[in-house]
């Protein structure tokens, strides 16, 4: 089995009965207590895949999540969120006597169908975020989230009625809401890291930009600017968003207008012959581009300074 995967777990009765706990009291949404996890070493090698939603609360694990290439180690209390058909893979450490403490909320898409969430959820970035790009909770926001996950777990343990439903999605949709407000409080408070992030964008745009080899490497793209620096492209946008007001795209966009007015001025190159050495390979998008960022034609910015 160590050589298979990922292992997809389709609902999540099948993900009690993996981790040797108890049937769920209700099948689409469950509350567990990481402490409660019996021991699975088979399945400890594997990546995973989950048809569900889970948002957790972790601290204590002798364990590494990791996605890609990714490793977070759950020393500190964080809280991540796996959207349905994500992978990602659980390495055991060995000889570690901490002890896992946590609890982690599994929601079905089928619980959702039919009602608003099912259509917001999806604005949620955070769920498309990396694990090394996890939620660092105080200790008054991890009470706050605490609280909610109580109340929730509280509604399906009572008697299921019509109103059940109702009430656990609200929950849910609150937890969501506290969860997006405390990545935005992180955004702005870990400024270290965060900065440093900027400076290397910064850093990256630059040499892009300065290259003598723009024709062949093209406009750079969110996705190759993420990778470059370690970062989902959510995350990014996010953070960009939060500190500067733009997003990756627009940053991508303002370097390359910067260059574009430096060659429209600097040199007697034609429009089409700036368009492909910065990386166009339609000179019509160029021009598009220039006009929406500048409100000025290419031409008609070079004729402002003859």
Request: no cysteine; hydrophobic share 35%; glycine share 4%.
């Given at each position: 089995?160590a050589?298979k995967g990922?292992y997809?777990v389709?609902?999540?009765?099948?993900?009690h009965r993996?981790?040797?706990?108890?049937k769920?009291e209700h099948?689409?949404?469950?509350?567990?207590d990481?402490?409660s996890?019996n021991?699975?070493?088979e399945?400890h090698?594997?990546?995973?895949?989950?048809?569900?939603y889970?948002?957790?609360?972790?601290?204590g694990f002798?364990?590494?999540?990791?996605?890609?290439q990714?490793k977070?180690?759950?020393?500190?209390?964080?809280?991540?969120f796996l959207?349905?058909?994500?992978v990602?893979?659980?390495?055991?450490?060995?000889?570690?006597?901490?002890?896992?403490?946590?609890w982690?909320?599994?929601?079905?898409?089928?619980f959702l169908w039919?009602?608003?969430?099912?259509?917001?959820?999806?604005r949620?970035e955070?769920?498309?975020?990396?694990?090394?790009?996890?939620?660092?909770?105080?200790?008054?926001?991890?009470?706050?989230?605490l609280?909610?996950i109580?109340?929730?777990q509280?509604?399906?343990?009572a008697?299921?009625?019509?109103?059940?439903?109702?009430?656990?999605?609200?929950?849910?949709?609150?937890?969501l809401?506290?969860?997006?407000r405390?990545y935005?409080?992180?955004?702005?408070t870990?400024?270290i890291?965060?900065?440093a992030i900027?400076?290397?964008?910064?850093?990256?745009l630059?040499?892009?930009?300065?290259?003598?080899?723009?024709?062949?490497?093209?406009?750079?793209?969110?996705q190759?600017?993420?990778?470059?620096?370690n970062?989902?492209p959510?995350?990014l946008?996010?953070?960009l968003?939060?500190?500067?007001?733009?997003?990756?795209q627009g940053?991508?966009?303002?370097k390359?207008?910067?260059?574009a007015k430096?060659?429209?001025s600097?040199?007697?190159?034609?429009?089409t012959?700036?368009?492909?050495?910065?990386?166009f390979?339609?000179?019509q998008s160029f021009?598009?581009?220039?006009?929406?960022k500048?409100?000025?034609?290419?031409?008609?910015?070079?004729?402002?300074f003859?």
């Amino acid at each position: 089995m160590a050589n298979k995967g990922p292992y997809r777990v389709k609902t999540i009765t099948e993900f009690h009965r993996l981790k040797g706990l108890p049937k769920p009291e209700h099948p689409l949404v469950s509350v567990v207590d990481f402490g409660s996890f019996n021991p699975l070493p088979e399945y400890h090698s594997l990546s995973w895949v989950l048809d569900f939603y889970s948002i957790s609360l972790k601290r204590g694990f002798s364990a590494q999540i990791k996605y890609g290439q990714q490793k977070y180690d759950f020393d500190e209390g964080v809280m991540f969120f796996l959207s349905p058909g994500q992978v990602f893979r659980i390495e055991e450490e060995q000889h570690s006597g901490s002890k896992p403490s946590g609890w982690m909320l599994n929601v079905h898409p089928d619980f959702l169908w039919n009602t608003p969430l099912a259509r917001t959820i999806k604005r949620y970035e955070y769920f498309g975020y990396s694990v090394n790009e996890a939620l660092f909770l105080s200790e008054k926001e991890e009470a706050t989230i605490l609280n909610i996950i109580q109340n929730i777990q509280q509604e399906y343990h009572a008697n299921i009625d019509k109103f059940s439903q109702d009430i656990i999605i609200a929950q849910i949709e609150l937890l969501l809401t506290y969860s997006e407000r405390f990545y935005q409080r992180q955004f702005i408070t870990r400024k270290i890291a965060n900065h440093a992030i900027l400076d290397r964008l910064e850093e990256l745009l630059a040499d892009h930009f300065n290259s003598d080899d723009l024709v062949n490497r093209g406009v750079p793209t969110v996705q190759s600017i993420a990778e470059a620096l370690n970062v989902s492209p959510n995350y990014l946008s996010g953070l960009l968003k939060v500190l500067t007001g733009q997003s990756t795209q627009g940053h991508i966009h303002e370097k390359l207008i910067e260059k574009a007015k430096e060659k429209l001025s600097t040199t007697d190159l034609s429009v089409t012959e700036i368009a492909y050495e910065l990386g166009f390979e339609h000179p019509q998008s160029f021009s598009k581009l220039f006009k929406t960022k500048t409100n000025l034609s290419p031409s008609e910015f070079r004729q402002s300074f003859n």
